[in-house]
């Protein structure tokens, strides 16, 4: 059974920035496509960020192009995602997730395994 468990989280003001992690254990972790959604309350879960089982392909969603960075380390079993320039708008509860095939199908939000979440609060 894999299991994900983010850290990372919390409350900062606009401007700064926030490292999120997400460790993955009881899987095949290098051959997973990992990546990152939100959801903010009163709001459908939202795709933020994926990365290919390589890190060759990336993608992201249009609000977080030039901010957020996903990144991964295959040896620590972990997935990274790197807020800058955080804005009020960017406030949810943020989930790693896994799809066993491919980035893609996390784009379209088919999510193998989720982890339970961690707070992002960015205050004006």
């Known amino acids: 059974q894999v299991q994900l468990v983010e850290s990372g989280g919390g409350l900062v003001q606009a401007g700064d920035s926030l490292r999120l992690s997400c460790a993955a254990s009881?899987?095949?972790?290098?051959?997973?496509?990992m990546g990152w959604f939100r959801q903010a309350p009163g709001k459908e879960r939202e795709f933020v960020a994926a990365?290919?089982?390589?890190?060759?392909?990336?993608y992201y969603e249009d609000s977080v192009k030039g901010r957020f960075t996903i990144s991964r380390d295959n040896a620590k079993n972990t997935v990274y995602l790197q807020m800058n320039s955080l804005k009020t708008e960017d406030t949810a509860v943020y989930y790693c997730a896994a799809n066993a095939l491919n980035a893609e199908r996390l784009v379209a939000k088919q999510l193998d395994y989720r982890g339970q979440g961690t707070q992002v609060t960015v205050s004006s």
């Open positions: 009881g899987g095949t972790f290098s051959m997973d496509a």
């Open positions: 990365i290919s089982w390589s890190g060759s392909t990336i």
